[in-house]
């Protein structure tokens, strides 16, 4: 996978679950939630010198999962945690809660979820609260909220990504290229993460293929395993759980 980060995939709580036959089966070329949400926290206290913060959250699996996770970290940097909510994302009125929030005047607010809830906390909370700090995770990284938001109340907003940021690097340039000819529009980084997953496929494919092993299910489980391919992102590995080795967000 290229984008799934719910943590609980690879937990080894979870093994009996996700690993049943005792080895992984699910790998990702993008790092977790566990990680995604703390560094935000950090990029807060450290960079953006946040004293509070107020948290929603859009009460799903994802939404949760890393709003859980930057709350976490926020209380450990000694971040004034005012408050953590969740939404109905399908309601298309914010107001009150985000009114509420304002009365207690908060230095930034942290969205976790996806654009469908996320697209109204953007506006809603710039309407109402124009100079605070907003923040989210990768559900508020991508063109929906561009769009759906708009301008002026996009601009601003502070996104992580489970992945490194490598769209303007000298390596990810023929991709972006080849990407925007054949599209006819812009890719994101987790666009890089999806190519490289194909490459870490098609890597464990050749290698089992050349091994003279036959190319099966098992075989090609166990050379992703142990992998070391070369992709746009650096050289790709993975622990025993199933999650990539490099573990930046940006």
């Known amino acids: 996978?290229?984008?799934?980060?719910?943590?609980?995939?690879?937990?080894?709580?979870?093994?009996?679950?996700?690993?049943?036959?005792?080895?992984?089966?699910?790998f990702r070329t993008v790092t977790t939630d566990a990680f995604q949400g703390p560094n935000m926290a950090n990029f807060m206290a450290d960079t953006l010198k946040v004293k509070s913060v107020y948290i929603l959250d859009d009460s799903g699996a994802y939404g949760v999962g890393v709003?859980?996770?930057?709350?976490?970290?926020?209380?450990?940097?000694?971040?004034?945690?005012?408050?953590h909510d969740q939404l109905d994302?399908?309601?298309a009125d914010y107001t009150t809660i985000l009114t509420k929030i304002k009365s207690m005047n908060p230095d930034a607010l942290y969205y976790g979820?996806?654009?469908?809830a996320g697209v109204k906390v953007v506006k809603?909370?710039?309407?109402?609260?124009?100079?605070?700090?907003?923040?989210?995770g990768d559900g508020v990284y991508g063109s929906e909220i561009l769009k759906g938001a708009g301008f002026p109340a996009a601009e601003?907003?502070?996104?992580?990504?489970a992945a490194p940021n490598i769209l303007a690097s000298n390596d990810a340039k023929p991709f972006v290229e080849a990407f925007a000819k054949k599209y006819g529009e812009q890719p994101e980084n987790y666009s890089i993460t999806a190519y490289d997953a194909a490459l870490v496929i098609i890597?464990?494919?050749e290698t089992v293929a050349k091994s003279g092993k036959p190319v099966d299910r098992n075989s090609i489980r166990d050379a992703i395993q142990t992998s070391?391919?070369?992709t746009i992102q650096g050289t790709v590995s993975f622990d025993q759980y199933g999650d990539i080795t490099n573990r930046v967000v940006s």
């Open 156 to 161: 601003g907003l502070y996104a992580t990504i």
């Open 113 to 116: 979820g996806v654009a469908q």
């Open 67 to 83: 709003a859980n996770a930057f709350e976490g970290q926020a209380k450990k940097r000694g971040l004034n945690v005012l408050g």
């Open 228 to 230: 070391k391919a070369k």
């Open 124 to 136: 809603q909370c710039y309407d109402i609260m124009p100079k605070v700090i907003r923040a989210g």
């Open 203 to 205: 890597d464990a494919i």
């Open 1 to 26: 996978t290229p984008a799934s980060t719910n943590p609980d995939i690879t937990n080894p709580k979870f093994a009996s679950t996700y690993m049943p036959g005792g080895k992984a089966i699910y």
């Open 89 to 91: 994302p399908k309601e």
